[in-house]
């Protein structure tokens, strides 16, 4: 295979981001920090000159799912142990004694037994109505779902685990639930009749019960919907934000997961990004800088492959559909036609634009 890279990292980064898979926890780099702008809200900036191909974050994912056709016979189907999620191949599965459901499998019998308390937390929930709802709904609504639903399994264990949820003041930035908690997600981005939607999908899957037992009320579940779609990743095998895409293009290949991480969701985009992400192989989330950051700049991602949406009107209306905001990032506002200007910009996010 013949794919360009670009990005080099420095041995001692490099041993860094091993050293975190190890100790599967998360690794920021200590000039990357967290502000706020008033319009859009968290982001990153660079505290000091950060260099080409550098190592900016490693980010384990709070809740993980499989996003595979066929899973019983795909091979790009992951271990569902969150320690672990690396590939579980067909031959060397080890699946529910339930039956719940055949996107659930583990790599090793250490990794199904290790998994154990989270698994019990969603396996009578999958088991009723994972079908129900695939079959009524379809694969992305169900998809949702079930990551909501391990949201609050990775909570529960993390409860169970510490009485309480952790603290952070000694950190830099919030861990654990108290990071899902803050991210950003409020039902006024999305229309009145997505929310009215998802506000059944709450009553009727997600309400607190014995096969699910969160103890959180319908308005902090729907509350977490919102939170999941505006900060949810898909998992790609290839970089996402090279930018001027190579040529020919490489695209970022199949997604084969999503995942909510609790710091790499503070990234905001831009279509000319200078970080980098990819998921590596244990599916933490790896932001690495495509190019010199300087001093006060903020670090920004790409939501959407680069390759796929190349002209100015399909970033912007990819960007209004999937993510709810116009883009006015260096790249958008170079390339606007001056009598566009006000057109977007004046245009309301409302249920008649979508
Ligand atoms: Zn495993
Ligand atoms: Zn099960
Ligand atoms: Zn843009």
């Given at each position: 295979m013949s794919q360009v890279v670009y990005i080099t990292v420095e041995p001692s980064e490099q041993t860094c981001v091993d050293g975190i898979s190890q100790k599967q926890s998360g690794w920021i780099h200590e000039h990357l920090i967290e502000s706020a702008d008033p319009?859009?809200?968290?982001?990153?900036?660079?505290?000091?000159?950060i260099p080409k191909g550098t190592c900016?974050?490693?980010?384990?994912?709070?809740a993980v799912i499989p996003v595979v056709d066929e899973p019983a016979v795909n091979d790009n189907l992951i271990c569902n142990n969150p320690a672990c999620n690396r590939r579980a191949p067909r031959a060397e599965r080890y699946s529910c004694l339930n039956a719940c459901i055949q996107d659930v499998a583990w790599c090793s019998s250490i990794c199904k037994d290790a998994d154990k308390s989270r698994h019990d937390f969603e396996c009578t929930w999958l088991k009723r109505y994972a079908e129900s709802i695939r079959n009524k709904l379809g694969e992305y609504e169900f998809g949702m779902l079930w990551l909501i639903v391990r949201l609050l399994a990775t909570r529960h264990v993390e409860l169970q685990e510490h009485g309480s949820m952790t603290g952070s003041q000694t950190r830099r930035f919030k861990h654990g639930w108290e990071a899902i908690d803050s991210l950003c997600g409020s039902?006024?981005?999305?229309?009145?009749?997505?929310?009215?939607?998802?506000?059944?999908?709450?009553k009727k899957y997600l309400k607190s019960s014995p096969a699910l037992p969160h103890g959180l009320?319908?308005?902090?579940?729907?509350?977490?919907?919102?939170?999941?779609?505006?900060?949810?990743?898909?998992?790609?095998?290839?970089?996402?934000?090279?930018?001027?895409?190579?040529?020919?293009?490489?695209?970022?290949?199949?997604?084969?997961?999503?995942?909510?991480?609790?710091?790499?969701?503070?990234?905001?985009?831009?279509c000319v990004p200078n970080i980098i992400h990819k998921p590596n192989d244990e599916g933490h989330m790896v932001f690495t800088a495509?190019?010199?950051?300087?001093?006060?700049?903020?670090?920004?991602?790409?939501?959407?492959?680069l390759t796929q949406h190349s002209e100015l009107d399909s970033r912007r209306g990819h960007l209004r559909k999937s993510f709810r905001f116009v883009c006015h990032c260096d790249r958008c506002v170079s390339e606007e036609p001056a009598e566009d200007t006000v057109e977007w910009s004046a245009m309301p996010l409302t249920d008649d634009t979508i």
């Open positions: 319009v859009k809200g968290r982001q990153f900036r660079a505290s000091h000159h900016l974050l490693v980010d384990r994912p709070y039902s006024g981005t999305w229309s009145h009749d997505q929310v009215k939607s998802w506000t059944t999908l709450v009320s319908t308005d902090r579940i729907l509350h977490l919907i919102c939170q999941e779609e505006a900060n949810s990743f898909g998992l790609y095998p290839r970089e996402t934000g090279h930018f001027p895409p190579p040529s020919p293009p490489i695209d970022r290949g199949e997604q084969f997961a999503a995942a909510v991480y609790p710091t790499a969701a503070i990234a905001n985009h831009s495509s190019r010199d950051i300087f001093p006060g700049q903020e670090c920004c991602i790409s939501y959407f492959d």
